[in-house]
């Protein structure tokens, strides 16, 4: 899981522009590090337009997500480990059943997939800028892309890092190593504290996409 995959989920990436933009360590550079965040958002959220979940727990923050498919009349005409019931199709999930949806030849379904942002595989790193909000440092390769989660009242607003195509915004960072793939630039960013907090964060930090405690 990368943040390419969370970027499917939430909303359109941008068009790949000449030039990328990465960092060589977890932002900010001065914040705290959190294994998990402050007790008092533990919860679910739910985002109304997705339907993608964060648990928030000791555990750190799991992502639920609903991935969609579908089998054929064929398939299951072919295959004895698929059948019906009150509804229900057997057969796709091991010892588990899901509500599904016949249209035409097809029986379409929806398959809960769950992936926990800071463990072993995925090793996003969580860093406390204040009371309310954190910075998800998701792991790139060697380096990181932040995004920025604020809890107001019952919602958790997350917002990615974006920013213009041919940007200038990070030339002030002293510490920058070009890495050039094919026609594109990849640049590898290592602010310090004072720079980090030059930034603007509105220019480097897409929409919010909100969701609400169940």
């Known amino acids: ?32 590090l959190v294994q998990a965040l402050s007790t008092s958002y533990f919860g679910s959220y ?3 337009e997705t339907g993608t979940e964060f648990l928030v727990n000791e ?21 004895s480990k698929y059948s019906f019931r009150n509804g229900y199709l057997f057969g796709i999930i091991e010892k588990d059943s899901v509500l599904y949806l016949q249209e035409d030849d097809k ?14 595989k995925n090793q996003a790193i969580f860093k406390k800028v204040s009371e309310n909000t954190y910075i998800i440092n998701f792991k790139e390769g060697q380096n990181f892309t932040p995004s920025l989660l604020t809890f107001v009242g019952n919602k958790l607003n997350l917002k990615h890092f974006d920013y ?3 940007t200038n915004i990070f030339n002030k960072i002293k510490d920058s190593q070009k890495i050039k793939v094919g026609e594109i630039k990849n ?3 290592n602010p310090t504290q004072i720079e ?7 220019i480097i930090f897409g929409k919010a996409n909100v969701f609400l405690k169940k």
């Open 187 to 189: 640049f590898i960013l």
């Open 107 to 120: 029986y379409y379904f929806g398959i809960k997939n769950k992936v926990v942002l800071n463990d072993a």
């Open 164 to 166: 213009p195509s041919e």
């Open 196 to 202: 980090w907090e030059k930034l603007d964060q509105k």
């Open 59 to 79: 555990d750190g923050i799991t992502m639920i997500s609903i991935i969609h498919s579908y089998i054929t009349q064929e398939q299951v005409r072919e295959s």
């Open 1 to 32: 899981m990368n943040i390419q995959f969370i970027c499917a989920l939430f909303f359109t990436c941008r068009v790949l522009s000449q030039e990328s933009f990465e960092f060589k360590s977890p932002l900010p550079p001065n914040a705290e």
């Open 46 to 48: 739910e985002n109304s």
